[in-house]
């Protein structure tokens, strides 16, 4: 069996270089112009807040643990409530409706 072909992320640097080369090209902007110093700086304001993002997120491993731990844990909670439900049997619940209803009309008779 042969690995599975995992495509490579796109090259959004490549792609944002180009558009910025189109984009000088399209306004007449110099080399020297200050405006490469703001791009400069949005590059990195950029970046740092992709690494921070990157370092935020967790992986897929740990998401799937996760969700195995949580589906384990309802499992067992709901056998545990399963468990814990106590239903009244039907002859004894006729017994005590039968009862109910003998003492009621016995105390009705005598009010």
Known sequence: MSAPDQT?????DEDFLQAI???KETHKVRDDD??????????I???HWDEIRHRQ???LDEFETDIA???EATKILKERALKE???VELPTAII??????????IIGKFL
């Open 85 to 87: 439900i106590r239903a």
């Open 57 to 59: 997120m967790p992986s």
């Open 8 to 12: 490579t992320p796109p090259d959004f």
């Open 69 to 71: 731990a949580l589906t």
């Open 21 to 23: 080369a189109k984009w």
């Open 45 to 47: 304001h950029q970046n």
């Open 96 to 105: 005590a409706a039968l009862i109910t209803a003998i003492a009621g009309f």
């Open 34 to 43: 200050t405006i490469w110093l703001l791009l400069d700086l949005f590059r």
